[in-house]
């Protein structure tokens, strides 16, 4: 077991740096997680840096098992260079906080996605399951409680752990605490959804960090006005802060960027130019219109289908020009909701390609499997890119295609995404709802002379890069550290 010390920089996520297999032989093998918060975290020059994490799987939990406190074994390991403490909660106490609360209730109250003549309906199962996301947001606040020094800086990421900034300010009111949310927050009236008790203590849950960090100040300014009329609390809304029970919280705005840097040099090696090859191949001399996403409701994948069947009816001089390339992976499976969702992909994706297709021309090509390397190579691809999210926090698709794009890539962007803050002066916008206009973005996307759309994808690919993963990181933690 690595040495425990006491920290004085943390990090809490329910997703945590590494996740762990059992190997052919029985043994556990580690593998570095992948995304932006854990490419930040690696900016941190500390040694007693740790990252507090829940265990995701049966060998997770026999890693944390095997490991005094779950404090990991990781020597040799590379995972950024901080300490990681895995937690080993009850499993059912974590499938009533993950998917009973966080997936099932929060995503969709801030996505806005519930069918509301029928959902939610919050009874005595909703309440069980309220009392397991407690108990889980504890034993965040709880290790995280015993690993800081004192005065040191805590940084909580995201929805699963929306209630750890008041739990652990009750426990060490001398840390300094931030808590960052990557989803949107739901406009008051929708918040309003939630019954009064969890309403009260999900708000006053972030209103325990000194800062609460949000994409962009569309989603800070909700959770604000949530805290006016929801808590009473006081809001000044030109210093963006909130203030409740004598305690004020700072509200940051933190648009999280590309990584120009590891997009650049991953999309070149061999196995991206093979997948390109085969998808050029596939293609031939046709135009592209490429989207990649996961199956999640908020993405709006069925819409996005739904306006190029309209593009390829109403415009038929695109028939035989053009492939639509939709690499839509599968999410969270577990749930009914998103199980049925990737069928009506799977079947109005083959309604397009039996009513269009020839002997010749494939007009959609949809890949399920994920493969980074394949979507790396559809950016590279891209004439148009299509991210039409209903709600997003950011949309780091978005941001990606711009920076691997090589000939210049026409972006249709919903206006209901969190990147179009930064992106909307050289994007097509659209209204995510709307599929003929969605049709008509498409069109006009595609038929954006070349020199335009090259000059909106170096600026495009100048405003994703702002802000990249680290720098992200230290600028929240330089604002917590010095507030």
Not at 79 to 96: E, K, T, W, Y
Not at 214 to 220: D, G
Not at 326 to 339: I, M, N, V
Request: glycine share 6%.
């Amino acid at each position: 077991m690595a040495e425990q010390t006491t920290a004085r920089v943390l990090v809490a996520s329910n997703r945590g740096p590494v996740a762990f297999r059992h190997a052919a032989d029985g043994s556990l093998t580690p593998r570095r997680g992948g995304g932006g918060l854990v490419s930040g975290l690696s900016a941190i020059d500390d040694p007693h840096a740790v990252w507090v994490c829940a265990a995701l799987g049966e060998a997770d939990r026999a890693a944390a098992r095997q490991s005094p406190q779950g404090r990991l074994d990781l020597a040799g390991f590379d995972v950024g260079g901080q300490a990681v403490r895995m937690l080993d909660i009850d499993p059912v106490v974590f499938d009533q906080a993950y998917n009973g609360v966080a997936n099932s209730t929060l995503w969709f109250l801030h996505h806005q996605l519930y069918n509301t003549p029928t959902a939610p309906a919050f009874d005595q199962a909703a309440a069980e399951r309220w009392a397991g996301f407690r108990e889980y947001n504890e034993a965040f606040a709880a290790a995280l409680a015993a690993e800081a020094a004192p005065g040191a800086a805590v940084l909580v990421q995201d929805y699963h752990l929306t209630l750890v900034p008041a739990l652990l300010r009750e426990r060490r009111p001398d840390l300094r605490i931030g808590y960052f949310l990557h989803t949107p927050w739901a406009p008051v009236d929708y918040f309003r959804l939630l019954p009064d008790g969890p309403a009260a203590a999900v708000l006053t849950g972030v209103l325990g960090a000194d800062r609460a960090g949000f994409h962009t100040r569309r989603w800070a300014e909700a959770f604000a006005d949530c805290s006016e009329r929801v808590l009473g609390a006081t809001v000044d809304r030109a210093a963006l802060t909130v203030t409740f029970q004598g305690r004020t919280t700072a509200l940051g705005v933190h648009p999280l960027g590309a990584d120009a840097e590891f997009l650049r040099e991953r999309a070149h090696r061999p196995d991206v130019d093979e997948r390109l090859a085969a998808l050029k191949a596939a293609v031939g001399d046709r135009r592209t219109i490429v989207r990649v996403d996961r199956t999640e409701l908020s993405k709006n994948i069925v819409r996005g289908l739904q306006a190029y069947r309209h593009l390829l009816r109403t415009r038929p001089e695109w028939h035989d020009r053009l492939v639509h390339i939709a690499f839509a992976y599968p999410s969270r499976q577990d749930l009914a909701e998103y199980r049925d969702y990737t069928a009506a992909v799977r079947r109005i994706s083959e309604e397009i390609n039996a009513e269009f297709g020839t002997a010749t021309w494939q007009p959609l090509i949809l890949q399920v499997e994920d493969d980074f390397a394949r979507s790396l190579a559809a950016y590279r691809l891209a004439d148009v890119a299509l991210v039409n999210p209903i709600r997003d926090g950011m949309n780091l698709v978005a941001k990606e295609v711009p920076v691997v794009s090589e000939a210049g890539c026409a972006l249709v962007l919903s206006r209901e995404a969190g990147a179009w803050a930064e992106l909307a002066e050289d994007a097509i916008g659209i209204n995510p709802y709307d599929v003929v206009g969605t049709a008509d973005a498409l069109h006009r996307g595609l038929t954006m002379p070349a020199a335009e759309r090259t000059e909106r994808t170096k600026r495009l690919a100048a405003a994703a890069t702002a802000l990249s993963p680290q720098q992200w990181f230290l600028e929240q933690l330089a604002a917590l550290t010095a507030s």
